[in-house]
């Protein structure tokens, strides 16, 4: 069987990789970065998503000597030219501080009227293999921004996206729900038939 290397040591991502290779029918062991304890972290200094995933994706590639797949995600609001973007984590100074970034968001567009409040989380996956080769895909999650955040669900800036044709934000979907809509879900999704051109044992 064929071994593939997710970059991350998030173990939902990878379950939701392993779920989605699954369902396609897909003979593929897919394994964390942690699997893999020498591989350091790779800084995103990349400016757009998929230069960001295609970093850590031939990182993790040459580091282990297999195909791997990287991602990077973020919001994009219209009013703001699509930022935070490749900031989401990071937007109000401390990475990974969810709750300082969402609120820091709001505060930044509390007088724009909600006709204007359109925004969306994008994902970029990129699949990269020792010798080089790499291909990128982009799924994405078009909403409208609400003016506080409601639902308990997901992370990030789930409260604050309502998904269109939905009267519910991220964080009100079910996991299920969200994984069949979601940015990062279809990205991964946009994988699949380069998995299977790529690192599937043909023999």
Known sequence: MSRLVLATR?????TELQQILKDAGLAVELVGVDAFP???DVPETGLTFAANALLKAHAVARATGLPAVADDSGLCVEALN?????FSARWSGTHGDDRAN????????SDIAVEHRAAYFACAA????PDGTERVVEGRLNGTLTFAPRGTGGFGYDPILQVDGDSRTTAELTPDEKNAVSHRGKAFRA???IV???VTDRS
Request: aromatic share 0%; no cysteine; net charge negative.
């Open 196 to 198: 299977t051109e790529l």
């Open 10 to 14: 998030n173990t939902h991502k990878v």
């Open 38 to 40: 020498d591989v350091p």
């Open 126 to 129: 990129a699949l990269a293999l």
């Open 102 to 109: 969402l609120e820091l968001l709001l505060a930044q567009v």
């Open 82 to 86: 699509g930022m935070p973007g490749i």
């Open 191 to 193: 994988l699949v038939p």
